[in-house]
C-alpha cells in the first residue's frame, strides 16, 4: 500500500461486524452502511460474522449479500463469542485497512470515517475512546473499573475506556492473525502489536433496538481474559498473600509458645482455634482459584483448538476459501502473504 494509494482514497477498507440475534438491528445497520459507502472516496467492503444466532439475522443478512457483492457474511457453527468471532472475521480480511464495529451500531459510523482519516495520516491502528457512554450508572462503574484495575496490572500499555471499535492497517491485523492464542481479547492484543496508535474520543451512543448480547456471565468472562492473557498481577498477588501468611502463622506460633513455656497460662482454647481453620482455609482456597484460572488458561492453549469454526461461507470470503482449496467447515489461516493481495469483489 503506497501513500499515493491511501492520499488518492485507491484503496480498500474492510469492516468486521460480528452479529448475534441482531435481526432488530439489521435494516437500520445496512442503511448505515450505505450512507456511508456513499460518502467515502475509497472501497468499502463489510464482512458480517454471524456467531450463532438463531433469530431471523441471518437470512436477512445473507438476502443483503445477495444482492451487494461488497458485502459477505461468514456464519459460526454456534454462539463462539464476541471475541471469537471477531478474530474470524479478522482473519478473512484482505483490505489495506480493517475496521471493526458492533452490529448495534453503538459505535457511530460517521466517527468511523474520523478514523479512517486518521489511518490514511499514517496511524496503524486508530481506536474509539469511549468519552461517554449513554448506558446504566452501574455498567458505566463496571466498565471504568474494570478498565482502570487492568491498565494498572496489564504488562502491555492498555489504553484506557478504548474498546474494539478501531481501524487498523493490514500489518497489524496481519499481526494479530499470526498470534496463536486462542483466548482472544482484542484490544488487547492489539494494544500489544503495536505500531503507531492513537485514539479519537467519542460518544458511545445507546443501543437502538434489542438487548445487549453480553450477558454479566460473558462480560465477566471477557474481563478475566483481559487479566488472564495479560496480567501475572493475581499470581504475584498469591504469593504476597501466601508470605503474610506464613509471616502470620510464625508470629502467632511464638506468642503462643511464650505463652505455653514462660507464663505457663491454659491453651486459649477452640475459638483462637477455630478463626485460623476457617481464615487459612478461606485463603488457601482462593489461592488455588486463581491458580486454577491460569492452570484452565495453559489447557486451552495447549489444546490449540481453532477459535470458532465456520458452517457456511458467503460472498467474497468464499473465493479466497476456493483459492486455497480448503472446504467451508474448517478454519483456515490466510498467509499474510495472501492477505495483501486484493480479491475481486465480484470474483465469486
Ligand atoms: N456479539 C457476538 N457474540 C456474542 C455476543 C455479542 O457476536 O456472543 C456481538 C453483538 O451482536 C454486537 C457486539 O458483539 O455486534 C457487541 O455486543 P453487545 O452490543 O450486545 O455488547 P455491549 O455493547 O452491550 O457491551
Ligand atoms: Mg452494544
Redesign the pocket.
Known amino acids: 500500500m503506497t501513500d499515493k494509494q491511501v492520499t488518492s482514497g485507491n484503496f480498500i477498507l474492510d469492516i468486521v461486524?460480528?452479529?448475534?440475534n441482531?435481526e432488530a438491528m439489521v435494516p437500520g445497520l445496512l442503511r448505515a452502511i450505505g450512507e456511508f459507502k456513499s460518502r467515502t472516496d475509497y472501497t468499502v467492503r463489510v464482512l458480517f460474522v454471524d456467531?450463532g444466532s438463531t433469530d431471523a439475522a441471518p437470512s436477512l443478512l445473507k438476502e443483503a449479500c445477495r444482492t451487494d457483492p461488497s458485502l459477505a457474511y461468514v456464519g459460526l457453527s454456534r454462539?463462539f463469542?464476541?471475541q471469537s468471532?471477531l478474530s474470524t472475521g479478522l482473519r478473512l480480511t484482505s483490505g489495506a485497512a480493517v475496521a471493526v464495529i458492533?452490529?448495534?451500531l453503538?459505535d457511530p459510523l460517521p466517527v468511523l470515517a474520523e478514523l479512517v482519516r486518521k489511518w490514511r495520516e499514517g496511524f496503524d491502528v486508530v481506536y474509539g475512546v469511549r468519552r461517554k457512554r449513554k448506558e446504566s450508572p452501574l455498567h458505566r462503574a463496571a466498565y471504568a473499573l474494570h478498565y482502570r484495575l487492568l491498565r494498572l496490572a496489564a504488562e502491555v500499555d492498555l489504553p484506557l475506556d478504548a474498546g474494539d471499535f478501531c481501524v487498523m492497517s493490514r500489518r497489524v491485523v496481519d499481526v494479530l492473525n499470526s498470534l496463536p492464542e486462542r483466548s482472544r481479547y482484542v484490544r488487547g492484543l492489539r494494544a500489544w502489536a503495536g505500531f503507531r496508535q492513537t485514539g479519537v474520543p467519542y460518544e458511545r451512543d445507546q443501543?437502538t433496538k434489542g438487548k445487549?448480547?453480553?450477558s454479566i456471565p460473558?462480560l465477566l468472562g471477557l474481563a478475566a481474559s483481559g487479566y488472564i492473557s495479560f496480567s501475572v498481577a493475581p499470581l504475584r498477588l498469591a504469593v504476597w498473600v501466601g508470605l503474610l501468611q506464613i509471616l502470620f502463622g510464625v508470629c502467632y506460633g511464638i506468642y503462643a509458645l511464650v505463652e505455653r513455656l514462660v507464663f505457663r497460662t491454659a491453651p486459649s482454647g477452640w475459638t483462637s482455634l477455630a478463626v485460623l481453620f476457617l481464615l487459612f482455609g478461606g485463603i488457601q482456597v482462593a489461592l488455588l482459584g486463581i491458580i486454577g484460572e491460569y492452570i484452565g488458561q495453559i489447557v486451552r492453549e495447549v489444546k490449540r483448538r481453532p477459535e470458532a469454526v465456520l458452517s457456511e461461507v458467503l460472498g467474497w470470503p468464499s473465493s479466497e476459501a476456493n483459492r486455497q482449496g480448503t472446504a467451508p467447515g474448517e478454519l483456515r489461516r490466510i498467509p499474510s502473504s495472501e492477505c495483501r493481495q486484493e480479491v475481486s469483489l465480484h470474483d465469486r
Do not use: L
Request: aromatic share 10%; with cysteine.
Open positions: 461486524i460480528p452479529c448475534y441482531e456467531d454462539n463469542g464476541h468471532a458492533d452490529a448495534d453503538q443501543r445487549s448480547k453480553y460473558k
